[in-house]
């Protein structure tokens, strides 16, 4: 029988994605070089194709009311900004104002600033603030890749925000490889796992986990019968 998985090393598989599997703008390209100045948590950013990615996803929606959790230097709202409507508005939530100053430079440079709205706080209480401000089921597009132990209740704030046919995006869902390794029970992994295996029970949505970098599940939320 013939074996239809693959059988690549991923570190060539990776060298060969970065040669031509998509193509950054400069500006993303400088802002990937001056986050790498911050050492070992340059690593929080998104790859480049799941960037184009994302942006694609955004423009063939044409959404304009979406939520980023989880900022760091700028790049994934970058992406999500440029492939929204040019009415569109993102809500950027992160704690750090350190790492936000950098993303506020590339969304200025970017002219992208005017439709990002930077909301420093925890974000589940903007979360909770969204809802009490009756805002549920208005949201067309989440991206979810801030702290993993609130993975679960950012999933399930995002869901009640969002429309019927609108996108949870969220990041990390492979997590190395961690979340098959049986005895890794750290609580990242098991927050993460968890989450994978909540929202492959989850009727409210269709979902597909996409093995692009650390992996990313993208769900859309289903009519109510
Ligand atoms: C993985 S990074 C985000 C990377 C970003 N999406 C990008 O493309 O570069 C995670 C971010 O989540 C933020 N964060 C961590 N805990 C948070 C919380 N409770 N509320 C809001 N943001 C948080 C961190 O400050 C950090 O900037």
Redesign the pocket.
Known sequence: MKNKYLQVDPIKLRTYIDDIGYKESLILKELREE?SNLGDLAI???GAAQ?VLIEMLCSVGNFKNCI??????????ICIAEGMSNDGKLYA????IE??EIAKKYWKKANLDKKIELII????STLDKFLDDGLTDTFDFV?I???KK?YLDYYEKSLKLLRTGGLILI?NTIWKGKVIDKDDNTSSTKSIRSLNEFVASDDRVKHSLIAIYDGMTLCMKKSKK
């Open positions: 986050t929080m950013q998104i960037g980023e959790i989880g900022v760091f230097t700028g790049y994934s709202s939530l992160d704690t750090s790492y936000t706080n925890d974000a589940n991206f890749d801030a702290d609130n990041d």
